[in-house]
C-alpha cells in the first residue's frame, strides 16, 4: 500500500486508481459483512415481517456507509415521492421518538409508523409513511381485532400485555382521532415517565388508528391502572393539561393536569366579569401555575370529593402576589362547588363538572336569576357550558366558532352570560311545553374540530345523567340543534345515548333527520317568526297579503330560520313583499326594488350564502358583496343600521348586535326609525334595555326572541313525547300526518300568543312589548307550576281531554294506555299544567290572573278545565240541534264561553 512518500511536492495525493479501489472496496466490504451479519443478528423479526428488500437494502447501505467512515450514524432516507421517511439512528434514548417526531410535516397526514430498535440497543430504525398510496399495513392479530371493535367509533381502548423478556407490549386504539396526534401524545406521555420505547407500531384503518408500543421495562415497574387511565385520556385531554402531565421531572398525572386546567378557566369565567384584563384567561392560568405545588392536593380533593380548607393559601400567602392568591382562592373556591363530575367514567371524552349553580353569580351577576343546574365542560379544542332552569329541560346546543385568536378571546369573556340569557330565554319560551328551559353554548378554539366538541358534550351529558340513576325522572336533559350542529352530529348523538343506555334514547336529540321532525327541513321556527311578522304588520296599519311591504333579514339563505323564512314569505305573500337586504356570514347583498325572489329561492334550494347572488339579478341601485371585497366586512355589519324596511327580521347573527349604545344608529337623520318593526327570529340579536328604547323612545314595536322564535321549541316537545310513545319505525309511518299537524298547532299557537301580547300593549301603552312578553311567559310559567302542584297531590276531573287535545292527532291515537303508561307521570303532569295554563292565559288575558297567589291560581285552573268541558258539551248539543246558525253559535261558545261559565 502506498505510503507518505507518494505525496507530491504540490501536496496532491499519487495513489493510483486501482490502489483506492482496493483500499475502499476491501473496507467497505469488511464493513458490510460485519455489519450485516450484526443487522441480521439484531434487528427483530417485525422489521423483516414489514420492511420490503430494497428497503433493507437502501438501509444497510446507509449504516454501512457511516460506519465505514467512521461517523455515528444518523441517517434521514426519503423515497423518490416523498411519501416514506425513515430516520435512521447509532443508539437510542428515552424520548428519541418525541424528538424524530418532531421533524415530521405538521401539514401531512401519517399513515402508519414502525419503530425497530436492535436487541443491544445500538441502533433505532424508525420508519414513517404519509397518507398517499400506501398498501395496508399488515395488522397482528391482536391488533386487528381491537382495531375492528372500535371501527368508525370515538371510543379508546388500552391494553398492557407482559413480556417473558422483562418487557411490556402497550396497545393503544382510539377511533376519531389523527393518527399524528395519538402517536405524538402516546410518545410524549412515555417519555415523561421515563419509559424507554423500543419499538413501536402505526396503523390506521378508516377513522381508526392503533399503536403499538414495545417497551423497555416490566409492566410491573409503573402504575398500570394509572397509565392505562391516562394512555386512554391521550386522544381527548385538553392541550394545556397534556403539557402539564408531561413536563420532565414533575410527573402530574393526567386526570390531576385536567382538574386544574378545567378550575384554571373556571376561575376565568369568575374573575374575569370583574375584570377581563387583569384576569385573562391566559393570565389567571399563568398566575395559578405560581401555586402548583398545590395541584395533587386540589386534584385529589375533587376527585375524590374531600372538602378543602384554605390552608393552601395560607401555606402560599407568604410568596404569592395579590392576584396569584386571589385566583387560588378561587380555584379553591371552584373546586368546592363542584356537586356531580364524570371523572371516573371509562372512557371519557372530556371533562364535565356539575357546579353550584350559584358559584358563578357573584356581585357582578347578582341580578341574575339562579338556575336550576350548571355544568361546565372542559374539552380538548373548547370549553362550554349548559344551563338549565328545571329539572326536566329541553333546549339547544350550539357551537361558536371564532375565526380570530382576537374573537376567541371576546367569546371567551362572555360565555357564561350568553349561556345563562338563551336558557333563561328558552325558560320563557318553553311556557308551551312541559319541558324548562335550557341552554348549551360551546366556544371552540380557531381551528378545532367541531364534531369533536359536540360529541364530547353529549358524551358528558349522558355521563353525568346516567352515573346517577338511569331511571330516574331528575336530570333528564333533551338537546335540540342550533348553531354549527349537522345532521350526522344529531344522529350521532341519538346513537350514542342508545349505546350508552340513556332512557329514551330517541328522545335525547331533536329534529332528527329520519325519527324526527327536522328543523330546516320543515321551517318550523320560521312558521312563527313569520306569524308574529304579519301580527305586527297588522298593528301598524299594515297588511301583507294586501299591500307591499319591505323586509331586512340578517342570516342567509342556506340558514334553518333566515332560509325557511325566505320560502315562508314568499308562500304566503307573493309579490306583496320586498326582501330589501340580507346580511349573513358571506357577506350581504341590498337592492331597493327588492332582491330578486327566484334567485333567492335558488340560493336557498341550493344551501348558499347570500354571497352567491347572481348580480345580473339585480336592480341598477343593487348591490352584492363578498366579505372579503373590500368594505364587504363594514357593509355587512352595518346593513341593518343603513337600509329602510317595514320590518327587520334578524334571523342570525351573535347576540347583542344591537345594543345600548347604538340602537340609535337604527334612526335616520330626522330621528324617524328606519324601520317599524323587529321581529328577533335570532336569539338575544337586540338586547333588552335596547328593546325597551326602540319601543317606548322611537315607536318601533319589537318583538322578543323568547315569543317570536317559539315554534322551534314547541315541535321539539312533541318529537319528545313522540319518542317515548312509538318507536322509530312506527313513528316513520305517522310521520307524514304528525309533520302536518304540528305545523298547524306552531301556527296557531304563535298567533295566540301574538294577539295577546299586541292587545295587552294597547291596553298598556306606557308598557314595552318586551316586558309584556316576559310577563306572559312568567304568568304561564306560574300558572302551569301552581297546576302541576294540584295534580301531584289530588285527582282533578277532565285532564284527558287535555290531554287529547295537546298531542298531535297522530299520537292521539295511542293516547288511550298507552300514554298514560308511556310517559313519565311528572312529566305527564306538566304536560297537562302547561296546556291548562296556557289556555287560560292566551283566551282570558293576563289580567284575568294577576294578582292571585298559587292556590287561588290554582283553584282557578281546575275550575276552569271544568268550565272547558261544561262548554264543549253545551257547542256539542248546540251543533246537534236545528237551530240556523247553530255552527256559528257553537263557535262563539268555544271562543268565549268559558269564562262567562266561571261567572255565573
Request: net charge negative; proline share 5%; aromatic share 6%.
Given at each position: 500500500m502506498p505510503g507518505p512518500e507518494h505525496i507530491s511536492a504540490s501536496g496532491l495525493a499519487t495513489y493510483e486508481a486501482s490502489d483506492l479501489l482496493d483500499?475502499?472496496?476491501?473496507?467497505?466490504?469488511?464493513?458490510?459483512?460485519?455489519?450485516?451479519?450484526?443487522?441480521?443478528?439484531?434487528?427483530?423479526?417485525?422489521?423483516?415481517?414489514?420492511?420490503?428488500?430494497?428497503?433493507?437494502?437502501?438501509?444497510?447501505?446507509?449504516?454501512?456507509?457511516?460506519?465505514?467512515?467512521?461517523?455515528?450514524v444518523s441517517v434521514v432516507l426519503k423515497n423518490d415521492d416523498n411519501t416514506i421517511w425513515t430516520f435512521i439512528q447509532e443508539t437510542d434514548r428515552t424520548g428519541l421518538l418525541v424528538s424524530l417526531l418532531d421533524q415530521l410535516p405538521r401539514e401531512r397526514r401519517l399513515a402508519s409508523a414502525n419503530?425497530?430498535?436492535?436487541?443491544?440497543?445500538?441502533?433505532?430504525?424508525?420508519?414513517?409513511?404519509?397518507?398517499?398510496?400506501?398498501?395496508?399495513?399488515?395488522?397482528?392479530?391482536?391488533?386487528?381485532?381491537?382495531?375492528?371493535?372500535?371501527?368508525?367509533?370515538?371510543?379508546?381502548?388500552?391494553?398492557v400485555t407482559p413480556n417473558d423478556d422483562a418487557t411490556c407490549d402497550i396497545i393503544l386504539v382510539a377511533g376519531g382521532v389523527t393518527a399524528r396526534r395519538l402517536l405524538d401524545r402516546g410518545a410524549g406521555y412515555l417519555a415523561a415517565l421515563a419509559v424507554p420505547i423500543v419499538g413501536a407500531h402505526l396503523f390506521t384503518s378508516g377513522t381508526t388508528t392503533a399503536v403499538s408500543f414495545s417497551v423497555g421495562?416490566?409492566?410491573?415497574?409503573?402504575?398500570?391502572m394509572q397509565v392505562t387511565h391516562d394512555l386512554r385520556r391521550l386522544a381527548w385531554a385538553d392541550e394545556r393539561a397534556y403539557a402539564l402531565s408531561t413536563q420532565a421531572n414533575e410527573y402530574v398525572s393526567l386526570v390531576h393536569a385536567e382538574v386544574w386546567v378545567a378550575l384554571c378557566d373556571l376561575s376565568f369565567h369568575a374573575l374575569s366579569v370583574e375584570d377581563p384584563y387583569r384576569f385573562s384567561r391566559g393570565r389567571v392560568f399563568s398566575l395559578a401555575l405560581k401555586a402548583k405545588e398545590r395541584l395533587q392536593e386540589v386534584g385529589d380533593a375533587v376527585?375524590?370529593?374531600?372538602?378543602?380548607?384554605?390552608?393552601?393559601?395560607?401555606?402560599?400567602?407568604?410568596?404569592?402576589?395579590?392576584?396569584?392568591?386571589?385566583?387560588?382562592?378561587?380555584?379553591i373556591r371552584a373546586g368546592g362547588a363542584i356537586q356531580h363530575h364524570n371523572l371516573r367514567a371509562t372512557g371519557r371524552f372530556g371533562l364535565a363538572l356539575r357546579l353550584d349553580p350559584a358559584f358563578l353569580h357573584s356581585a357582578s351577576r347578582c341580578e341574575k336569576a339562579v338556575?336550576?343546574?350548571?355544568?361546565?365542560?372542559?374539552?380538548?379544542?373548547?370549553?362550554?357550558?349548559?344551563?338549565?332552569?328545571?329539572?326536566?329541560?329541553?333546549?339547544?346546543?350550539?357551537?361558536?366558532?371564532?375565526?380570530?385568536?382576537?374573537?376567541?378571546?371576546?367569546?371567551?369573556?362572555?360565555?357564561?352570560?350568553?349561556?345563562?340569557?338563551?336558557?333563561?330565554?328558552?325558560?320563557?319560551?318553553?311556557?308551551?311545553?312541559?319541558?324548562?328551559?335550557?341552554?348549551?353554548?360551546?366556544?371552540?378554539?380557531?381551528?378545532?374540530?367541531?364534531?369533536?366538541l359536540v360529541k364530547?358534550?353529549?358524551?358528558?351529558?349522558?355521563?353525568?345523567?346516567?352515573?346517577?340513576?338511569?331511571?330516574?325522572?331528575?336530570?333528564?336533559?333533551?338537546?335540540?340543534?342550533?348553531?354549527?350542529?349537522?345532521d350526522e352530529m344529531i344522529v350521532w348523538l341519538v346513537d350514542r345515548a342508545a349505546s350508552r343506555g340513556y332512557p329514551v334514547p330517541n328522545a335525547f336529540m331533536s329534529s332528527k333527520p329520519g325519527a324526527g321532525m327536522n328543523h330546516k327541513q320543515y321551517g318550523v321556527t320560521s312558521e312563527g317568526v313569520v306569524v308574529f311578522f304579519e301580527e305586527a304588520m297588522k298593528t301598524l296599519g299594515k297588511t301583507p297579503r294586501n299591500?307591499?311591504?319591505?323586509?331586512?333579514?340578517t342570516g342567509g339563505p342556506d340558514g334553518d330560520v333566515a332560509g325557511n323564512a325566505i320560502r315562508i314569505l314568499f308562500r304566503e305573500y307573493g309579490d306583496n313583499v320586498r326582501i330589501v337586504g340580507i346580511a349573513d356570514g358571506t357577506g350581504s347583498a341590498e337592492d331597493p326594488a327588492g332582491l330578486n325572489s327566484t334567485e333567492l329561492l335558488r340560493l336557498v334550494d341550493a344551501g348558499a350564502g347570500i354571497a352567491a347572488f347572481d348580480p345580473t339579478h339585480l336592480s341598477p341601485n343593487g348591490r352584492v358583496l363578498r366579505l372579503t371585497d373590500d368594505g364587504g366586512l363594514a357593509a355587512r355589519n352595518s346593513l341593518p343600521f343603513r337600509l329602510t324596511a317595514d320590518a327587520l327580521l334578524p334571523c342570525g347573527g351573535r347576540p347583542a348586535t344591537i345594543h345600548a349604545d347604538n340602537w340609535t344608529d337604527l334612526l335616520d337623520e330626522t330621528g324617524q326609525p328606519r324601520v317599524r318593526a323587529i321581529v328577533e327570529g335570532a336569539n338575544l340579536f337586540v338586547t333588552t334595555d335596547a328593546r325597551r328604547a326602540l319601543d317606548l323612545e322611537a315607536g318601533v314595536v319589537v318583538v322578543k326572541d323568547s315569543s317570536a322564535n317559539k315554534c322551534g321549541v314547541i315541535c321539539s316537545s312533541f318529537e319528545i313525547a313522540a319518542a317515548h310513545l312509538l318507536t322509530p319505525a312506527t313513528f316513520l309511518k305517522v310521520k307524514a300526518q304528525f309533520v302536518d299537524d304540528v305545523l298547524q298547532r306552531l301556527r296557531n299557537l304563535a298567533r295566540r300568543e301574538a294577539r295577546l301580547l299586541f292587545a295587552t300593549r294597547a291596553q298598556r301603552g306606557d308598557t314595552a312589548l318586551v316586558d309584556i312578553s316576559v310577563l306572559v311567559s312568567r304568568t304561564i310559567n306560574r300558572v302551569s307550576e301552581a297546576v302541576e302542584a294540584t295534580l301531584t297531590t289530588e285527582e282533578v276531573p277532565g285532564i284527558r281531554t287535555i290531554i287529547d287535545e295537546y298531542f298531535p292527532a297522530a299520537l292521539q291515537q295511542l293516547s288511550n294506555g298507552v300514554m298514560d303508561s308511556s310517559l313519565p307521570k311528572a312529566y305527564l303532569a306538566r304536560t297537562v299544567a302547561t296546556a291548562l295554563a296556557g289556555d287560560l292565559v292566551y283566551r282570558e288575558g293576563l289580567s284575568y290572573v294577576e294578582g292571585l297567589d298559587d292556590s287561588a291560581l290554582a283553584t282557578l285552573a281546575t275550575r276552569y278545565l271544568a268550565g272547558r268541558i261544561r262548554v264543549k258539551e253545551l257547542a256539542a248539543s248546540v251543533r246537534a240541534s236545528n237551530l240556523e246558525n247553530k255552527d256559528e253559535i257553537s263557535q262563539l261558545l268555544l271562543e268565549g264561553g268559558v269564562r262567562a261559565a266561571l261567572d255565573s
Open positions: 483500499h475502499v472496496s476491501g473496507k467497505l466490504q469488511q464493513t458490510a459483512q460485519d455489519t450485516v451479519s450484526w443487522f441480521c443478528e439484531q434487528l427483530p423479526h417485525t422489521y423483516f415481517e414489514s420492511t420490503d428488500q430494497a428497503a433493507v437494502e437502501r438501509h444497510l447501505e446507509a449504516i454501512i456507509g457511516a460506519r465505514a467512515s467512521g461517523q455515528p419503530v425497530f430498535t436492535a436487541r443491544d440497543g445500538s441502533l433505532v430504525v424508525d420508519v414513517f409513511q404519509f397518507a398517499g398510496d400506501e398498501s395496508p399495513a399488515s395488522l397482528t392479530p391482536k391488533i386487528a381485532e381491537r382495531m375492528a371493535s372500535l371501527a368508525g367509533d370515538t371510543d379508546t381502548s388500552v391494553q421495562v416490566p409492566a410491573d415497574t409503573f402504575n398500570q376527585i375524590h370529593g374531600h372538602t378543602l380548607t384554605s390552608e393552601p393559601v395560607q401555606h402560599l400567602s407568604q410568596r404569592l402576589d395579590g392576584d396569584a392568591l386571589t385566583v387560588l382562592r378561587t380555584i338556575p336550576y343546574a350548571t355544568v361546565f365542560f372542559s374539552l380538548d379544542g373548547g370549553m362550554g357550558f349548559h344551563v338549565r332552569f328545571r329539572d326536566i329541560a329541553r333546549g339547544g346546543l350550539r357551537v361558536v366558532r371564532p375565526r380570530t385568536v382576537d374573537a376567541h378571546v371576546h367569546e371567551s369573556e362572555r360565555l357564561y352570560d350568553e349561556c345563562w340569557g338563551l336558557a333563561f330565554a328558552q325558560q320563557l319560551k318553553n311556557k308551551d311545553i312541559p319541558e324548562g328551559g335550557s341552554k348549551g353554548v360551546m366556544l371552540a378554539e380557531p381551528g378545532a374540530e367541531v364534531d369533536r364530547a358534550v353529549g358524551d358528558g351529558i349522558i355521563d353525568l345523567c346516567i352515573a346517577s340513576d338511569p331511571d330516574a325522572l331528575t336530570d333528564r336533559i333533551f338537546l335540540g340543534p342550533d348553531e354549527n350542529i349537522t299591500e307591499q311591504i319591505s323586509v331586512i333579514l
